[in-house]
């Protein structure tokens, strides 16, 4: 029963690799911008020998090396494990021909045998070790442990000596049993799709007949030291090379990058403004009081109180007083219309576009000759800081009144006024909206 039992065992072990497989597509599926390997086969050949340094020799005193040869393939599922399915063929010997280690020799019995190991395919598990550098995306040099179950099928031969071996199951029939394969190997990277494998495994066998005799029924083994070669199959680099903590110390490094061009632009938009806010000031700086910029300001200095013209000098006689009733045409009113119509700044500045001189000449000129008043509102939408708004429709309403004294309107004519974003007419919660409301209202008067 128990014999039945693990003879069952690799193929229930094959079954659970192939779900295993399948359901391991989803989590170890790289993203759409990486592709990688995760299917192998390899190649080895080696040393077959009766002996391991994890219980010892089997039943002779002296074992020999023979020739094994194997194949396998792997499915990588993380970049640190794996399944292996692995194959082996070769043969073992050993003989008596020394004293055993009581130092006591052989007195009877087998003196020798051959067993021809037709194969021993093992499902492993493999775990790769030492893989991480925290520099490197892809490694050069990998480590591994393994462990896994399967089953083996093997034909001794014994004899008194070499050379009249003879089968030691009736018919030459093969036995078959149980092994558990333990092992550790390295890679080195040949290239993105060839790795050398170096590799030893000590296989342990559920049964004391792998040399044909029976000797205090022990359970027997056997070691395989290979060499070989590794093919990657598919697209990509292989997924076992790959580190994951490099690639997140790489993004983590682009994020840093990031952030700090971010703060760099922010910096640079801030230094913009404060010049901007400087340029303003000096601008519509004006130290008299007189109603006129310094930089436009012909007669500085002038005392307060003084009515002064347009280039900020006295008048040197008096303004005449209109007594007559003001009247506004609907021909006074389109000029207005038209100027606030064709009325362009500079984005987020208070200097006036050139397109929009020509229809200002004529408010202009409407004031100089019908002697009106002209009260300046400038509004902003709700975008950016309250002060900086406020600022904002207070130096446009000002730049247009200095425009307008420049061309010999009366600067006491002339009323600037700003009000941020205080008095929207349409929302702003549309770019439409927020147009609207970045004006300049004239009112004649």
């Known amino acids: 029963m128990k014999q039945q039992l693990f003879k069952c065992l690799p ?230 090379f790959h580190n994951p903590v490099a690639a997140t110390y790489d993004e983590a490094l682009q994020a840093k990058q990031l952030a700090s061009s971010l703060k760099s632009d922010l910096d640079a938009q801030k230094a913009e403004n404060a010049k901007l806010r400087t340029e303003m000031s000096d601008l519509l700086k004006d130290t008299d009081g007189d109603g006129v910029a310094d930089k436009l300001d012909k007669c500085p200095g002038t005392p307060s109180g003084v009515v002064v013209d347009g280039a900020g000098c006295p008048l040197k006689v008096p303004a005449p007083v209109v007594n007559e009733k003001v009247i506004i045409t609907e021909s006074d009113r389109r000029i207005v219309a038209d100027a606030i119509k064709n009325l362009e700044f500079d984005l987020g500045k208070s200097t006036i576009r050139p397109k929009s001189f020509p229809t200002l000449d004529r408010v202009a000129n409407l004031l100089v000759t019908k002697n009106f008043s002209l009260k300046l509102a400038g509004h902003t939408d709700n975008t950016g800081s309250a002060d900086l708004n406020m600022r904002l429709s207070k130096d446009r309403a000002e730049s247009i009144k200095t425009y307008l004294v420049d061309k010999g309107v009366n600067a006491s004519r002339v009323e600037a006024t700003g009000y941020g974003k205080n008095q929207p007419i349409a929302t702003n919660k549309t770019a439409a909206g927020r147009q609207k409301n970045r004006r300049v209202e004239f009112t004649l008067y």
Do not use: C
């Open 11 to 240: 193929v229930a072990l094959a079954a659970l690799f192939i779900g295993g497989a399948a359901q391991a597509q989803a989590p170890v599926t790289p993203p759409a911008s990486t592709s990688f390997s995760t299917w192998s086969i390899g190649v080895n050949a080696g040393v077959l020998s009766p002996i391991s340094p994890l219980g010892g020799k089997n039943d002779f005193s002296n074992w020999k090396s023979g020739l094994g040869y194997g194949i396998y393939i792997k499915k990588q599922l993380t970049p640190y494990f794996s399944l292996r399915l692995d194959g082996i063929r070769g043969k073992l010997k050993g003989d008596n021909s020394e004293p055993y280690e009581s130092g006591s020799t052989v007195a009877g019995g087998a003196g020798a045998f051959e067993t021809d190991l037709s194969y021993a395919g093992s499902l492993n598990a493999q775990v790769n070790l030492f893989n991480i550098s925290m520099f490197r995306k892809q490694d050069n040099v990998q480590l591994y442990a393994s462990a896994g179950a399967g089953l083996a099928g093997y034909k001794p031969k014994v004899g008194s000596t070499d050379a009249n071996l003879a089968n030691y199951t009736a018919d030459d029939k093969m036995i078959s049993e149980l092994i558990i394969p333990v092992g550790l190997g390295a890679k080195f990277k040949i290239s993105d799709k060839v790795n050398f494998d170096l590799g030893w495994s000590i296989y342990f066998v559920d049964g004391d007949n792998l040399d044909g005799t029976y000797r205090n029924n022990n359970s027997d083994k056997f070691n395989y030291a290979h060499a070989g070669l590794e093919f990657a199959l598919g697209k990509g680099k292989q997924l076992a």
